[in-house]
């Protein structure tokens, strides 16, 4: 899940990732319960299911759908409708979706899936540009950041110092069906950038 940018709403994925649910967050000044109200959910997406999401800093939401055919999708949302304006498929396994600036999108390639699986794709971090006179619609150009990761890693942030990027906050999954103690636990790395 994720808080809105006005800090007003819950959003998360339900229903098995088919819609995004959304709570209200009860107004401080009225209550002085932190309670959440649910509200109708966010419905329209073009895939089966959202693997990832994020609220982009004007709004939108980013989604990586589709496990076995990965795609990157740009939506608005009026009321509870999802619309979509960008999409572009990654042809690779994807885990871990964020918004370091304005201008693009990142998303990582692990070296492996759950099960394991090796990914398709060579291994790293994917910067997806956006168009900047049209918000939210994707170039078909993407940038590559070969980095050492973790073989299981599942999530991805940047960390920067003033504006420049220092690193990347990662978490990782290690479940796997193939060990009967259902593999090891999950971490937390943070990963610096090479000058």
């Given at each position: 899940?994720q808080?809105?940018?006005?800090?007003?709403?819950?959003?998360?994925?339900?229903?098995?990732?088919?819609?995004?649910?959304?709570?209200?967050?009860?107004?401080?000044?009225?209550?002085?319960?932190?309670?959440?109200t649910?509200?109708?959910?966010?419905?329209?997406?073009?895939?089966?299911?959202?693997?990832?999401?994020?609220?982009?800093?004007?709004?939108?939401?980013?989604?990586?759908?589709?496990?076995?055919?990965?795609?990157?999708?740009v939506?608005?949302?009026?009321?509870?409708?999802?619309?979509l304006?960008?999409?572009?498929?990654?042809?690779?396994?994807?885990?871990?979706?964020?918004?370091?600036?304005?201008?693009?999108?990142m998303?990582?390639?692990?070296?492996?899936?759950?099960?394991?699986?090796?990914?398709?794709?060579?291994?790293?971090?994917?910067?997806?540009?956006?168009?900047?006179?049209?918000?939210?619609?994707?170039?078909?150009?993407?940038?590559?950041?070969?980095?050492?990761?973790?073989?299981?890693?599942?999530?991805?942030?940047?960390?920067?110092?003033?504006?420049?990027?220092?690193g990347?906050?990662?978490?990782?999954?290690?479940f796997?069906?193939?060990r009967?103690?259902?593999?090891?636990?999950?971490?937390?790395?943070?990963?610096?950038?090479?000058?």
């Amino acid at each position: 899940g994720q808080v809105d940018n006005l800090e007003q709403r819950l959003l998360y994925l339900k229903n098995g990732g088919s819609e995004i649910g959304v709570a209200r967050f009860a107004d401080p000044l009225t209550t002085n319960k932190n309670t959440l109200t649910p509200e109708p959910s966010l419905t329209g997406i073009q895939g089966e299911k959202i693997d990832y999401f994020i609220i982009m800093r004007n709004g939108n939401l980013a989604t990586i759908e589709d496990f076995n055919n990965p795609t990157l999708r740009v939506y608005s949302n009026e009321g509870d409708q999802l619309n979509l304006i960008g999409e572009q498929s990654l042809a690779f396994l994807t885990y871990g979706l964020s918004q370091p600036s304005d201008n693009e999108l990142m998303v990582v390639v692990p070296t492996q899936g759950t099960y394991p699986l090796n990914t398709k794709g060579e291994p790293g971090v994917y910067r997806v540009p956006l168009i900047n006179d049209a918000p939210g619609t994707l170039q078909r150009d993407t940038d590559f950041d070969k980095i050492e990761l973790p073989a299981d890693i599942r999530g991805l942030g940047p960390v920067f110092d003033d504006e420049s990027l220092a690193g990347y906050v990662t978490t990782t999954y290690g479940f796997t069906r193939e060990r009967k103690d259902m593999g090891n636990p999950s971490k937390l790395f943070y990963i610096p950038v090479e000058k």
